[in-house]
């Protein structure tokens, strides 16, 4: 593996990445959903989709060894569940995002956090933790374009090193926990940078293209983040959790829907308002992604689904 390349610490925020979390952070808490990645169903698909939420803050805590005393630093924190959750135990809990809204949410709530992309962390940030969690955001950690430039590799290199450094050497088992959606077969990079119309509706490039103009981001295959934390971090846990992720994403969709034909519909739109004037044509296209072709959910269905969702625990290498 290569050094880490200097020049990614200075890569400026995506602006779709800016932009989704812009149209999100007005509409899904509208529609009764504050919370951004996968739940823990422990097999049982009727387990409330809020209990499931519960579940997942409590075990990745756990598994980063976060108890009261503990400092924690959750990038892309979301609206705060793991940071809450944190707290409740009694932990020292920091959060990063690139949402403005989302720290205005936050801070509200009396939550330490800030408006930050890890990339851009100074000197200041270094041996401050004893766990990290990305917890859902390294998806937005590479673009396609950095694929098909065959940056991928050294912008995860580049994470694993910046947590590596976070990470307070003294800590006896300092530990990173991810979980990440991984491609299940890796496709070209420049079809994500295509318009959806170049494919069939509902082919897989159709699918992947919509998800490039709504998310902004680019997914690791299975292997790639072992390879990139090779000397910095050991990989001590893995679990496949793709059908939770399944299941929370068919709750996001059924409950959008409600929401869409209930009375709330008018709340819905009056809250998701200010994102369609200001970003009209970002919010037509997520909208058309996750209702429209429903390409946020296509790729956790099917056996087996074009995703993997890995819950990965690393204990960090002196």
């Known amino acids: ?6 020049t990614i610490a200075t890569q400026p925020t995506a602006p779709t990445v800016v932009a989704c979390y812009s149209v999100f952070d007005r509409f899904f808490p509208a529609c009764g959903f504050t919370d951004l990645t996968d739940g823990m169903y422990d097999g049982d698909p009727q387990r409330p989709y809020e209990d499931a939420q ?8 756990d598994r980063a060894g976060v108890r009261h005393g503990r400092r924690v630093l959750d990038v892309g924190c979301g609206y705060g569940r793991i940071l809450l959750t944190a707290e409740a135990r009694g932990a020292k809990a920091w959060g990063i995002t690139v949402s403005p809204e989302q720290v205005r949410r936050n801070t509200r709530a009396g939550l330490n956090v800030r408006l930050q992309n890890y990339k851009h962390l100074g000197a200041e940030w270094d041996g401050q933790f004893d766990a990290v969690i990305a917890n859902g955001s390294l998806e937005h950690f590479a673009r396609p374009e950095d ?14 090193a910046t947590v590596h450094r976070l990470l307070d050497a003294n800590t006896i088992g300092a530990r990173f926990v991810t979980t990440a959606i991984h491609f299940r077969d890796r496709p070209d ?3 994500l940078l295509k318009l959806p119309s170049a494919f069939p509706s509902g082919s897989a490039g159709f699918h992947w293209a919509r998800l490039s103009q709504s998310f902004g981001g680019w997914y690791p295959v299975g292997g790639q983040l072992v390879a990139c934390a090779d000397g910095l971090f050991r990989l ?3 679990e496949d959790g793709t059908e939770d992720y399944r299941l929370t994403s068919e709750a996001w969709l059924a409950g959008v829907r409600r929401a869409m034909m209930s009375r709330r519909l008018f709340r819905v739109a009056r809250a998701s308002l200010p994102a369609f004037v200001r970003r009209p044509v970002h919010t037509t296209r997520m909208l058309r992604c996750m209702l429209g072709g429903e390409s ?23």
């Open 1 to 6: 593996m290569t050094a880490t390349d200097p």
């Open 54 to 61: 519960v579940r997942q803050a409590e075990v990745l805590l």
């Open 296 to 318: 946020w959910n296509w790729q956790f269905r099917g056996n087996p689904a074009p995703t993997v969702l890995l819950r990965q625990t690393w204990e960090r290498v002196a």
């Open 189 to 191: 990079p420049r079809d």
């Open 236 to 238: 001590v846990h893995e």
């Open 147 to 160: 694929a098909v430039a065959g940056r991928d590799d050294a912008i995860y290199r580049h994470l694993f």
